[in-house]
């Protein structure tokens, strides 16, 4: 009989089908964004749109507060009385308490639920698609411990990457220094920013939104086999860019289906709210026997 598992993660994540999440065996809870004092649940007490409209007239980003201990402690017993395991899938321990409140919480649970916690790494559409290979390889794997295993071997094929037009959080955030922010907005550079090894990392810089979509694809085709891919945006409804990539993408990966998503306000606290960016899950490649 197949174990029975279920999925926990947080807000910050993002789908490039959230209509296919609300039938899997997901739960997600949600962060709370402070403003000037203020604090909202995410995708509760605020939308994205709404939190998008509140950044864009701050200077400093919000303060994102995680789940906490108790919040995962309370969901994870609950849950431990009808699954035989719980993979909770965080943002990058490098940017969130969300994975060490997690470690701690499942230290509470007693019980034979397996819980496992596991640091996506990254953000947003990251943690999205670990959420996609946990849910499938429940439905395929026969045991709690090969799915957990399939989850956490999936971590290193996630990449994305970002241009950002406003490089203010990116300041205030400590991901650029002052006076590369300054030279950056005098001559309208855009900083290419990576998500490795779960940090955020300016690699280069481009040109205006001119070269943006340019670069982006280049990114993409460097790799041979995407298992999933979605572009993301800082609007609700598709963009120019948007649109223009998804032709340029269709012609350099034929078959392959490229949706886009708004990145998360918990995304926006790290980027801004101006910035396009693609999340690619790499296909797992063959392992050969070289033993004839």
Request: net charge negative; with cysteine.
């Given at each position: 009989?197949?174990p029975k598992i279920h999925i926990v993660t947080d807000s910050g994540a993002r789908f490039s089908n959230p209509r296919l999440v609300r039938r899997l065996p997901v739960t997600i809870i949600p962060n709370t964004i402070e403003f000037a004092g203020k604090r909202y649940q995410e995708d509760i007490d605020i939308n994205t749109e709404e939190a998008f ?240």
């Amino acid at each position: 009989m197949m174990p029975k598992i279920h999925i926990v993660t947080d807000s910050g994540a993002r789908f490039s089908n959230p209509r296919l999440v609300r039938r899997l065996p997901v739960t997600i809870i949600p962060n709370t964004i402070e403003f000037a004092g203020k604090r909202y649940q995410e995708d509760i007490d605020i939308n994205t749109e709404e939190a998008f409209q509140l950044m864009s007239e701050l200077e400093a980003p919000p303060k994102v507060i995680p789940p906490s201990e108790s919040d995962y402690a309370e969901l994870f017993t609950r849950l431990s009385h009808f699954c035989d395991a719980v993979i909770s899938v965080h943002p990058s321990r490098e940017l969130s308490e969300s994975w060490r409140n997690g470690r701690l919480a499942a230290q509470q649970v007693n019980g034979n639920c397996e819980i496992a916690v596991v640091d996506s790494q990254s953000l947003c559409a990251g943690q999205g698609m670990l959420i996609r290979v946990a849910a499938r390889a429940a439905q395929e794997q026969e045991t709690a411990e090969e799915v957990i295993q399939t989850v956490r071997q999936a971590v290193n094929r996630i990449y994305s990457v970002y241009c950002i037009e406003n490089v203010n959080f990116l300041r205030a955030n400590g991901f650029m220094k002052p006076s590369h922010a300054i030279l950056s907005h005098q001559l309208g550079i855009m900083p290419f920013v990576s998500l490795e090894d779960g940090q955020v990392i300016v690699i280069e810089k481009v040109l205006g939104r001119s070269e943006v979509i340019e670069r982006l694809v280049e990114f993409l085709v460097e790799f041979t086999e995407l298992e999933d891919a979605v572009i993301l945006q800082d609007a609700k409804h598709i963009s120019e860019e948007t649109r223009i990539m998804q032709d340029r993408l269709a012609l350099e990966f034929p078959g392959q289906h490229f949706p886009f998503t708004m990145y998360s306000a918990t995304m926006a606290s790290y980027l801004g709210t101006q910035a396009t960016g693609v999340a690619v899950l790499e296909k797992e490649s063959e392992v050969y026997d070289d033993d004839f």
